[in-house]
Nanobody
């Protein structure tokens, strides 16, 4: 299983970025997916998760209303649309996949067995 993130970069506060995560190695549509981020000196924290279909979605309080998670099962791709960016959103963003088919979403990083290498997001004030 391979997960490859892209779309990170430098944005101004109030701006937008769209992250993508392309999955390969197994049937993407069967697995819940999530985005986590790691800010300086912090643990990897939950950002958003989406079920194997788009019927179940969850966000952390810090991004709710600003970020949108989605997936395209035909393209084996997970997305994170990030609007109204704040300097506090700066960090490395990782996509992650649940271990088991049709497992529910979870905000806990230990529930996810496969991880990408991350993409850096930097938001300037």
């Amino acid at each position: 299983v391979e997960l490859v993130e892209s779309g990170g970069g430098l944005a101004q506060a109030g701006g937008s970025l769209r992250l993508s995560c392309v999955a390969s190695g197994r049937t993407f549509s069967k697995y819940a997916m999530a985005w986590f981020r790691q800010r300086a000196s912090n643990n990897r924290e939950f950002v958003a998760a989406i079920g194997s279909t788009e019927s179940v979605i969850e966000y952390s309080l810090s991004v709710k209303g600003r970020f949108t998670i989605s997936r395209d099962n035909n393209k084996d791709t997970l997305y994170l649309q990030m609007n109204s960016l704040e300097p506090e959103d700066t960090g490395i963003y990782y996509c992650a996949s649940r271990w088991s088919e049709y497992a529910p979403i979870s905000p806990h990083r230990t529930a996810y067995g496969y991880w990408g290498r991350g993409t850096q997001v930097t938001v300037a004030a």
